[in-house]
């Protein structure tokens, strides 16, 4: 995908409009989850994620020269939130102490069955042991499966720093579980 989506970006900084449809509807619902993890506000994450498409449209040409858009709109998302936050006043200090509240999906739907029902819970209850930059990096390489260069860029980390955080949290919730289902359940959700 990350093909189409650095042509759709080619296209619209060359001004195709449909090609900017193209893209906020592909990463609008995944940039929705990542908000919510950092910010209990859902009005404030979809006024982000507006103001974040809004200013893109607005300044196309300013952003022509982009490596990754995945990686471009999750890091511009993440310095939207952080600025409503201050603006709001909620926390003091974001950048390395911001919560990152990693809820996996809770649709109904999927809920049927009993085995999932308590394996989910018993992930949730595994994922309080994490501190919230662990729970921030789970999320991007198993939830949104991106690559150690996005996460590292996202979380303005160097790549053995982001992997040793990796290992460090899989071995916490590893000592807790011993079983690896933890991560074919994080794949569900």
Known sequence: MEDESQKK????????????????STY?????????????DKESVKDCIQSLFTDLFRNRTRVDRLQNVKVYLFSALKHNLV??????????????????????????????DEKYRREKEEVAQLLTLLTPRQKEIIYFRFIQEMSMEDICSIMKMNYQSAQNLIQRSLRKLRERRSSLSILFVLFLC
């Open 9 to 24: 970006w080619k296209a619209f900084i060359s001004g195709d409009d449909d090609a900017f449809g193209w893209i906020y």
């Open 83 to 112: 600025k409503a936050i201050r603006r709001k006043s909620m926390v003091e200090d974001l950048t390395e102490d911001m919560p990152f509240l990693l809820a996996l999906s809770t649709e109904e739907q999927f809920i049927a």
């Open 28 to 40: 609008v619902k995944r940039l929705f989850q990542y908000g919510t993890c950092l910010c209990t």
